[in-house]
């Protein structure tokens, strides 16, 4: 069986079970994504809840709580979806999707740093867009955005002041923004991991 079919099979055991559809709407690829490999990314209803942090911890149900803050790692409200995939506190299935994300992630540096030496623009926001639907399938906010933007810088474009861009004016901000995805990524990843290693049950 296919990540992808596993996915929709989980999905329609929780639906059976609770008696009403999951949180999010998953279709674990990501059909706009022009880079010729499968996302994790699905489409998640937007959420209204606050953003959190990394400070987390289980309420009476199980589910995974978290400070408020505007310093987001995770977004445990999109988190929290994944893990209730799982159909234990083994985590077998999320870790799955959490262990693909890591190999999609150090993949995408590495194509993105050679995108860059080439200075090929539509590969470069081909890879943004990518990332930035892995991330949001995990609440991963810090890499979302910056993948964006890397995205739209690809596409010459600054959606934030409102103006065009030149080649040299795009490949500078995308070199400084890989530089600073990278290190937004570390920071995810080790929250993520150290997470799985105190919640997780053999």
């Known amino acids: 069986m296919s990540f992808d079919d596993k996915a929709a099979l ?3 055991e929780i639906a059976k079970i609770s008696g009403k559809p999951t949180s999010g709407n998953l279709d674990f690829r990501d059909k706009d994504s022009s880079v010729g490999r499968a996302s994790i990314s699905p489409t998640f209803v937007k959420s ?3 953003k959190y942090t990394s400070s987390t911890q289980e309420n009476g149900e199980g589910e995974v709580e978290a400070s408020s803050s505007s310093n987001v790692i995770i977004d445990m409200s999109i988190f929290n979806q994944i893990l209730e995939l799982d159909e234990d506190e083994t985590h077998e299935f999320s870790q799955e999707m959490v262990e693909e994300y890591y190999s999609q992630a150090a993949q995408t540096f590495k194509d993105m740093d050679a995108a860059l030496a080439n200075k090929d623009l539509t590969k470069l926001s081909d890879l943004g867009h990518f990332l930035k639907g892995s ?6 906010t ?3 955005s910056s993948c964006e933007k890397i995205q739209r810088y690809g596409q010459l474009r600054d959606e934030e002041k409102g103006i ?6 795009a490949l500078d901000l995308i070199a400084q923004l890989v530089s600073q995805v990278k290190v937004e990524y570390a920071v995810a990843e080790k929250w ?6 105190e919640h997780t049950r053999e």
């Open 10 to 12: 989980k999905t329609s």
């Open 135 to 140: 991330s949001a399938t995990l609440g991963v």
């Open 142 to 144: 810090h890499v979302q």
């Open 192 to 197: 993520m991991r150290n997470w799985y290693k």
């Open 164 to 169: 065009d861009l030149s080649d040299k004016q």
């Open 48 to 50: 209204s809840s606050p």
